[in-house]
């Protein structure tokens, strides 16, 4: 891997903090997926772990005796 991973703009992304157009870059560092803007502090990890993504339910179920 190079030592600075090429980042790439995202055409018409919306920063999320300052709410610019075409500041957002997107890059891939260390097996995780990276975006930031060029125009305020915005930095976010797009690294996302099973259990923050698990939104299954478990509703317990009975059996009717027969």
Same mark, same amino acid.
């Given at each position: 891997?190079?030592?600075?991973?090429?980042?790439?703009?995202? &055409?018409? &992304?919306?920063?999320?903090?300052?709410?610019?157009?075409?500041?957002?870059?997107?890059?891939?560092?260390?097996?995780?997926?990276?975006?930031?803007?060029?125009?305020?502090?915005?930095? %976010?990890?797009?690294?996302?772990?099973?259990? &923050?993504?698990? %939104?299954?339910?478990?509703?317990?179920?009975?059996?009717?005796?027969?």
């Amino acid at each position: 891997m190079s030592e600075h991973p090429l980042k790439k703009f995202i &055409a018409g &992304a919306i920063c999320p903090n300052c709410h610019k157009t075409d500041g957002v870059r997107m890059w891939k560092e260390d097996h995780i997926f990276w975006q930031d803007c060029v125009y305020c502090t915005f930095k %976010k990890s797009l690294y996302e772990t099973p259990e &923050a993504n698990n %939104k299954t339910r478990f509703i317990p179920v009975k059996f009717r005796e027969i």
